[in-house]
């Protein structure tokens, strides 16, 4: 199936959640997840429109990178390695995994050598699923809070990831919980951390995500195979 198909089946159900939801469809944007695909299809996605590329892996997102340089938005979606750092921060926009200080000490000092800001989302494991990677909401308002030392990073929002199940109520209640703390955490209005975005939903859920506030949703499967 061709990218450009799919994405037009994806934009249609954003839309229709988008409505349900009271919300514009500009609200949200699609990140393609390229992590299992080749460079030739993330450059297909690219020409159907789209903007945002997601890769998991250092080593993929390399890559893709090398041929496809700064034509897309790159976000780096996967668990981060403190030692892998280096090996991005010249190349992405966006970090979504942003789950403890030794990491956000290291983001800040590779970006403090090329002078860029980072947009990264505070990964959080609002499902409490022992296989799952994130901070426990009770501990992200402090974490937020000693991120003022770190001039480069600016907390764009939250990121999570739903547990796979076909209990709407359950997926649904994950999102809810994370769209409560992305607003508590705006309404502190710290300028270093104005945590509007929200990244969540997938492949099997983004149409809950979207209808609970998503701004981001990371789509592979369904978009790009």
Sequence with gaps: MKVSENLARINEKIEKACQ????????????AVTKYVTTERAKEALEAGIQHLGENRDDGL????EALGNRPVWHFIGTLQT????????KVSYIHSLDRL???E????????LDKEINCF??????????KHGMAPGQVVDFVRKLKDFPHIRVAGLMTMAPLTEDEDVIRRTFRGLKQLQQ????????????RELSMGMSNDFEIAVEEGATFVRIGTALVG
């Design 102 to 104: 030794s990491l956000a």
């Design 62 to 65: 390399l890559k893709k990178y």
């Design 83 to 90: 030692r892998k750092v280096k090996n991005i921060i010249d």
């Design 106 to 113: 290291e983001i800040e000092k590779r970006a403090a050598k």
């Design 20 to 31: 349900r939801a009271g919300r514009s469809r500009g609200d949200v944007e699609i990140i």
């Design 184 to 195: 508590d955490i705006e309404s502190l209005h710290l300028d270093y951390a104005p945590c």
């Design 122 to 131: 505070i990964q959080v494991n609002v499902s409490g699923e022992e296989s």
